[in-house]
């Protein structure tokens, strides 16, 4: 895998040294606590993310798209994605879904770091496709989106394996501005922290644009 090292200082460092932590753990107890399937034979985890399935081997982190069809690959091509998931399967604690979702703000971490997350992620969603719901619909519909009764558009989709999303805009026009909500399923704060749950937003968010170019 190449990643420049000038032009991903900030973050190469700390993936390198997440790598040599996975580089050094059990890979069948890594499995056991995220969740996340492990073939012991062909030492590969299996993960869907955003609607395309991957395997990442052990213990050298290196991803294969098995669904590639030539569009994004978030987990191949981005380096933020990457460091999320080996932190993933560093950090991670499976937890079952019990069918709720919960605002950013609702979540234990949530009153200290909502303000940021609405810059960074709701804001950015809604100026993103505010003006463009068309546009919001069809790539949701190539994620496998299911469409919700929220908002002036909204769906629910999966980010990664079991752990949810709910996205939901209100149009803008010349006399308002768009606006969104973003939604967590209820085992994502046993999945992540405040800081990669605020990453899964940029994440999903760059991938629907990167998406989007292509419809």
Not at 2 to 15: D, H, L, S
Not at 123 to 130: H, P, V
Request: proline share 5%; glycine share 8%.
């Amino acid at each position: 895998m190449n990643i420049p090292y000038e032009k991903n200082q900030k973050e190469r460092v700390p993936f390198e040294t997440y790598k040599a932590r996975y580089r050094e753990a059990a890979p069948e107890l890594l499995s056991e606590v995220s969740g996340v399937p492990y073939d012991g034979e062909k030492k590969l985890f299996t993960v869907t993310l955003m609607n395309k399935r991957y395997t990442i081997s052990h213990p050298d982190f290196e991803a294969v798209c098995l669904d590639d069809d030539g569009s994004y690959a978030p987990l191949l091509e981005n380096l933020e994605t990457k460091i999320l998931l080996i932190r993933y399967l560093l950090e991670g604690k499976k937890a079952p879904f019990r069918g709720n979702f919960y605002a950013y703000a609702d979540m234990p971490w949530g009153n200290h770091y909502n303000q940021v997350f609405q810059g960074r992620c709701v804001k950015r969603l809604a100026f993103s496709f505010g003006f463009n719901l068309g546009q919001f619909c069809r790539v949701m519909e190539k994620l496998g989106g299911e469409k919700l009764s929220v908002g002036d558009a909204g769906y629910e989709f999966v980010f990664l394996d079991d752990l949810k999303l709910r996205f939901m805009i209100w149009e803008g026009d010349e006399e308002f501005p768009p606006s969104a909500q973003i939604l967590f399923s209820d085992n994502f704060s046993s999945a992540f922290h405040g800081e990669d749950m605020a990453a899964v937003g940029d994440i999903s968010i760059g991938t629907l644009k990167t998406l989007a170019k292509s419809l």
